[in-house]
């Protein structure tokens, strides 16, 4: 456990530390037991975010040859399906004066390109292969041995906890990936999301995909797998971040995208809201209110949806209304214009990138979607044919 807080909606959050921090613990801790033959409790590292942590070990095995030792993953106060896991490092005297990293059992395979080790390695990413070789070497160092060491990196229970993460989706298979840019998990990051989004644009940009597919979430996908048969793995799930999603989109050099989403979500872009969770903005009704008048709404209709719980409920007066169409077709028109803005502040020329929107509801179907959003539809790879 690490003595260190941050404070989020006013409540006290314990931070952690990631797979990362635990695998060049256990492999420092293991490689000074195989120098010195002196048996550890615990070891202290360093992590990049400049916050000294202090673990302790678990199963631990000394012979002349090689010691293995574990460490226990803390999460802290974040939702992580890898916390509590135990993460091992096997370390044995190299062939050569370098220090070799490899990945064991449960540490996934990359099987695609697009992410940060090549096709072929151990998911073990570049900043945890840096905090161990960094780790092994001051060991090295402290006892004057000059040769190689063979690191390898294990999680026993990772190849059953890949199939709750995006590994699978990714390409990553066998196991889970050994993480962490800062070696400290911090509660709710945000970033995380944002960096695994990252990821999967990164893959389908070098997959050759010119045309991205994003939906906000299981909602989207389920509804273009149904609707028009199309391959939930060609798209990218963006959650609630639409702007960041767009940032990166555009610093990657996609040409065209495609965002697929129901009504709830999308409606707040609509407002110029570009993180969708209900904690940052929830502008769902005052926009399809005002979406409303501009269709010609009267003010007891706009104060019928005001008073509404659901979107589909606000919906449901449109329709009653005779207006839900036009409402839709402003509602898109907006949409369309801050993210085109978003976008368009970040490249020299607008016109490089296209973007076309699918706006829906589980309830009445498409509400709405944009000229170019069939032709784009065509250049996604099919899942099945529709039934």
């Known amino acids: 456990m690490i003595d260190e807080y941050l404070y989020k909606n006013h409540k006290k959050l314990r931070c952690g530390y990631t797979t990362g921090t635990c695998a060049a613990a256990a492999a420092k801790a293991a490689a000074h037991m195989l120098l010195t033959g002196e048996r550890l409790s615990c070891v202290r590292v360093h992590t990049p975010k400049g916050i000294s942590v202090t ?27 890898t916390d509590k896991i135990f993460i091992y490092a096997s370390v044995c005297y ?7 990293i490899e990945g064991g059992t449960g540490i996934g395979r990359v099987t695609r390109p697009g992410l940060e080790q ?20 001051s060991e090295l160092a402290a006892a004057g041995y000059d040769g190689g060491m063979k690191v390898i990196i294990s999680a026993p229970e990772g190849a059953e906890l890949a199939k709750k993460t995006f590994n699978p989706q990714l390409g990553i298979e066998g196991g889970i990936s050994i993480l962490g840019t800062s070696g ?17 644009l990164k893959q389908k940009k070098a997959l050759g995909y010119e045309t991205l597919l994003l939906s906000p979430g299981n909602y989207g996908q389920q509804f273009a797998l149904e609707t028009w048969g199309i391959d939930l793995d060609a798209g990218v799930k963006c959650s609630n971040f639409i702007g960041e999603t767009l940032d990166i989109a555009s610093e990657l050099g996609f040409s065209q995208i495609l965002l697929i989403g129901h009504i709830g979500k999308l409606i707040k872009v609509a407002a110029g809201v570009m ?31 005001l008073n509404c719980t659901t979107t589909d409920d606000a919906l449901q007066i449109l329709t009653d209304r005779h207006i839900l169409d036009a409402a ?10 801050h993210m085109r803005r978003r976008v368009g ?43």
């Not at 839709?328 to 214009?337: G, P, S, V, W």
């Not at 970040?346 to 498409?366: A, K, M």
């Open 55 to 81: 673990l302790a070990l678990a199963d631990i095995t000394m012979t002349e040859t090689k010691a293995v030792c574990a460490v226990q993953k803390d999460a802290g106060d974040d939702a992580d399906c």
């Open 94 to 100: 190299g062939t050569s004066d370098d220090i070799l």
């Open 118 to 137: 090549p096709v072929g390695s151990a998911a073990i990413n570049r900043v945890p292969r840096e905090m161990i070789k960094k780790e092994v070497l």
């Open 184 to 200: 400290i998990v911090e509660p709710m990051s945000e970033q995380a999301i944002v960096d695994t989004i990252r990821v999967a």
């Open 275 to 305: 993180n969708t969770h209900s904690s940052m903005a929830d502008a769902r009704l005052e926009t399809l209110s005002a979406c409303a008048l501009l269709a010609g709404a009267d003010a007891d209709t706009a104060r019928g949806i």
């Open 328 to 337: 839709m077709q402003i509602a898109l028109e907006k949409m369309l214009t």
């Open 345 to 387: 502040g970040r490249i020299l020329d607008i016109q490089d990138i296209q973007i076309e929107v699918i706006l829906f509801s589980n309830v009445h179907g498409v509400l709405a979607m944009s000229d170019n959003a069939q032709t784009f539809i065509r250049q996604i790879p099919l899942k099945r044919a529709l039934l």
